[in-house]
């Protein structure tokens, strides 16, 4: 990643977080906590080499906070809850509150560290303060500490993190006698009145602006066909972005609680890298991959295999320009392929179903929906911004991080990892990069996944599966928070954990039901993909459980492997039609496709067919229904 610019003022002030009113997405996660599920707080677990002087620390804490006065600021509400909440220097600032020091248990080592962290990023903050918490963890092996950053989202993204630390965090050990000494911001009382009424201002003032922005509009008139072009590519794009993603949620993970649970683990990033270009893949396709291997595994592990999952990524909106720190990503939502065991063919599968969110046109439209979503009342707004978040199993996010070495108060910054919030969902896996490792960061509700310590295996048996497709030509050597390292020493080879291993303590797990599988009990030949199978012309009609089978037969691959192929492979096919609208389309020799847009349906009574009870229908929105038809030539190929 390259060097971030060090943009400061005139008095060496950075300009970092200098908006003073926060965007619609910042006002969404600060109000949406009235649902205390859905609390947003961010936390970074800096492992250091060494534990630093305490007064050091401090002097750099203090110089940090005139460096970036975001974090002398607190948040202000403007009167009845309309309008942005705005960021105020903080006239009772008190650093002495916002630094900790803690001492972990003797001999409690990495364990003790993440249950510690835990128990921090659970805890709600202040909101008469400012919404951050510094701690100091000491007790670590061979003379480690560790520094945890606490902060609410709505400050900033991992991207902007990123930018912070890059121009915060020193590049040598030794104290900087020459680096700027911004003074204190000022203090400030503003009223929350007084900023309703400068944000009313605001929006009289730009009227005319908006007059002119209207005027303009009424140019592309001029060009009716492109504009009504453009606005149903537009309106299609964000109905495809709304909807439900394509999968039903897991059976095993359906349970929410406030509790977090937190797993760390270290994947080299020459290896993760090798192993995603192995398969034309992206980094981020290849972690995507191995955390849905990981899924994959605990689910046929505790006898409930899935082929797909709901799941979200955050994609960065943020443009070159753009101010720093803040918040500038969208959300997307899609059925991760979770039943794909061939790792190629999950990175495959991934890396066109986020080509295609990344690509929509609408990918940055929810912020058109997010103003009018901040007025709600709180309460509802928690409702309808949880409902979208609380149907995820899986959130997953890769930040960029830095790749020069870096110093905290004159300790070397080891490891860097970045654990997100649960809001709502059963899981948040972040991957962070510092130097040369990938820091692999997991917070899993307990309700959702009950097996901790089961999960935290196939998590490395996920990377492993992905680490197999370019295995590393020198060991790899890695520092691990969990407490058996040999664990990540498997990812880097294609072989599952010992089931005697366990990465996190846990109780006695009571032997699960394992899933049955079917090997084939006499040779199979490899299927030739140049000859057409064929069958006698008195042979009856196939089902698609047959054509699987008589695949998967001739391939000597498992019969679920093939399903889940041909499962993603129709989801891309569907995405892909839905962009085309309604109409007939023919694929020369192989099949006619239908695609019949289907009105939106209100929720009503009925009977149900098979069982003749009084049942309640659901609303179902407006929706392309795809029906697919064999021609002749595809017929006398199978």
Known sequence: MPMMPERSS???????????????????????????????????LEILDCVPNWDRFIAAADWGTRMAPRFRQKVVEPALGIGNPCWVNDP??????????????????????????????????????????????????EGRAAHMLKMHHSTTDGMGGVQLFAQLHSRMRESNPSKPQPPSPPPERPTPIGLLFDQLARDVRAIPALVQQAAGALGALA??????KAALRFCSSMSRLLADPDAEGSPLLRGRSLS???????????????????????LNDAFVAALLGAFRLYHEELGCPIVSMPMAIPISVRREGDAEGGNRIAGARFAGPVGIADPRLRMQAIKTLVRALRNEPAIDGLSLLAPGLARLPAALLSAVAGGMTKSNDLQASNVPGLRDERYLAGARIERIYGFG??????????????????????????????????????????????LSLHPPSLPATRTCLLPHPRLC?????SRPADKEERVMPSKKRTPTKKVKKVIATRPVSKLDLTKPLRVSASAKPRSKSDVFGTIAEHAAIHR??????????????????????????????????????????????????????????KAKPARNVVRVRPLRGLKDMV
């Open 10 to 44: 005139t008095d060496g002030r950075l300009h970092w977080g200098e908006a003073r009113e926060m965007n619609a997405l910042e006002t969404l996660m600060w109000r949406i906590e009235a649902d205390p599920r859905l609390r947003s707080t961010i936390s970074g």
């Open 92 to 141: 009772d600032f008190d650093l002495h509150y916002h630094m900790r020091r803690v001492r972990l248990p003797e001999g409690g080592g990495w364990p003790a560290l993440l249950s510690a962290a835990e128990q921090v990023a659970m805890t709600p903050f202040d909101r008469a303060r400012s919404p951050w918490e510094s701690y100091l963890f000491e007790g670590l092996p």
């Open 223 to 228: 060009r009716p066909l492109e504009t009504a």
């Open 260 to 282: 977090w649970h937190f797993l760390a683990l270290d994947v080299a990033f020459a290896d993760l890298h090798a192993a995603a270009k192995a398969a034309d893949a992206s």
């Open 421 to 466: 919030p649960l809001p709502g969902c059963a899981s948040m896996i972040t991957l962070n990069t510092h130097r040369d490792t990938c820091c692999i960061a997991a917070n899993i509700d307990p309700a959702a996944v009950t097996e901790a310590e089961l999960f935290a295996e196939c998590l490395v048996r996920g990377f492993a599966e992905v």
């Open 489 to 493: 020493a498997a990812a880097s080879t």
């Open 560 to 617: 679920r492997d093939v399903a889940a192929v041909f499962h993603a492979l129709g989801c891309m096919i569907k995405a892909d039609l839905s962009k085309q609208g309604a109409g007939v389309f023919k694929v020369p020799g192989m099949m006619r496709i239908t695609v019949t847009r289907k009105p939106a349906t209100p929720a009503r009574p009925g009977i149900n067919p098979f069982t003749k009870e009084q049942v309640m229908f």
